[in-house]
């Protein structure tokens, strides 16, 4: 995970090369080098804390939704996922989205979209691009691959124009929307806005080499996101006493009221809902492997991977170590408590995030914590 030699992706990521193109999920090489680094400052805190009254607007509606069932069984994924969508397109895009409550064109296409990919990925038939125009999914395919790069660069367009216009416009981003009210007033700047001022060896980037980026946040941001969430509340839901530490814990720093605004301090102290949070990563991660292409022929702990070999990291596995966590099937969060045994093991053992310079870098953006439990792989030290 650390070696400039592992830094290229496997070949499964190639089905998502039309949609994302070379993105930083897919690039490698120096292309990827430059844009990491170039992207890293717009998943600043600064940038992040804008996005707070879009977490909490949109999850309030997610509540509500929720509310409305009646306390009966409901199918959570697909309600999760609307509910991801919609913070996506508003803190990548600076476009207002109401996924939740009315059928957008374009959240449903990265939905279907993302569903296709994940079906070829696992299907070595029609992974093949050749023979994936046989199958009845294409048609749908293209014309979800063309609702998203129109809507993608029509954004990307008009935000360009209005940026050219008037500079200082990009402080006032985030759903114009009329009723938006909550949104609308503040001093908001969308992850767009940070691309649009990037620049990369000394030129701003072009319309296209954003699109592949803003599209990239989308694909990595909400399916990813959507799953822990789910995740998240399964195993709540299987841990009754669990989840009522976590409802008293929240009570105890957000208070009953249940519209107060969330913002980082109240979940900075939400310190239990944090090890819950891990232990649900840790049985569930939501990328359960990735996959790496080995450039040149190398001696990985004896054994020799000869050039151009795939290579997966199975981080469902290793998470399931019972070497590194004991009794791996069973859900007890205190096992990330600071003083148990944890810091005894490796720092690459729990990687839900990944590790090294390919990780994610979205993950202080799915987490929305201060930087001191950011650190969660340190605690694996031998
Ligand atoms: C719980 C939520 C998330 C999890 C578990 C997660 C996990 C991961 C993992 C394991 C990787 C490494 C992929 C690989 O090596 O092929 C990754 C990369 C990436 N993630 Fe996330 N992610 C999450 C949320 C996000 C969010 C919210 C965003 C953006 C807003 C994001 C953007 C990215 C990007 C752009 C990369 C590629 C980074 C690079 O190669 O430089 N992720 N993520």
Request: include cysteine.
């Amino acid at each position: 995970m650390t070696s400039a030699e592992f830094n290229c992706k496997g070949d499964d990521y190639d089905v998502l090369l039309e949609w994302l193109g070379t993105g930083l999920l897919t690039s490698s090489g120096n292309k990827w080098f430059t844009h990491r680094k170039a992207l890293t400052p717009a998943f600043h805190f600064k940038i992040l804390d804008n996005f707070a009254p879009v977490f909490d607007s949109k999850s309030t509606i997610l509540a509500r939704k929720l509310l409305e069932n009646g306390g009966e069984s409901v199918k959570i994924f697909p309600l999760v996922k609307l509910y991801t969508l919609d913070v996506i397109v508003e803190t990548a895009m600076g476009t207002a989205s109401e996924a939740q409550s009315k059928q957008s064109s374009y959240t449903l296409a990265v939905e279907e979209i993302a569903a296709i990919a994940f079906f070829r990925m696992f299907n070595r038939i029609f992974y093949s691009n050749f023979m994936f125009q046989f199958h009845k999914l294409y048609e749908p395919y293209k014309r979800c691959l063309k609702t998203i790069h129109d809507f993608t660069l029509s954004v990307i367009e008009k935000r360009r124009l209005t940026l050219l216009n008037s500079p200082a416009a990009t402080d006032k981003t985030v759903s114009q929307v009329p009723g938006d009210s909550e949104l609308g007033s503040k001093s908001k700047k969308a992850l767009l806005d940070v691309l649009l001022q990037t620049n990369i060896d000394g030129r701003p980037l072009t319309n296209e080499e954003i699109r592949e980026e803003v599209d990239t946040f989308m694909f990595a941001g909400h399916d990813t996101t959507a799953s822990a969430i789910t995740f998240l509340l399964y195993s709540l839901a299987k841990h009754p006493e669990i989840q009522q530490k976590v409802y008293e814990e929240i009570t105890s720093v957000i208070g009953e009221d249940k519209d107060t605004p969330v913002n980082i301090s109240f979940l900075n102290n939400l310190k239990y809902l944090d090890l819950v949070i891990k232990e649900s990563l840790r049985i569930f991660p939501p990328v359960p492997f990735i996959t790496r292409t080995a450039l040149k022929e190398v001696n990985l702990a004896g054994l020799v991977i000869p050039a151009d070999t795939n290579l997966t990291i199975g981080i469902y596995n290793m998470h399931h170590n019972a070497e590194y966590f004991p009794e791996p099937e069973r859900f007890l969060p205190e096992r990330f408590e600071a003083e148990r045994g944890a810091e005894k093991l490796n720092p690459y053992a729990y990687v839900p995030f990944s590790a090294g310079g390919r990780n994610c870098i979205g993950q202080k953006f799915a987490q929305y914590k201060s930087l001191p439990s950011m650190k969660s792989n340190r605690r694996f030290r031998k």
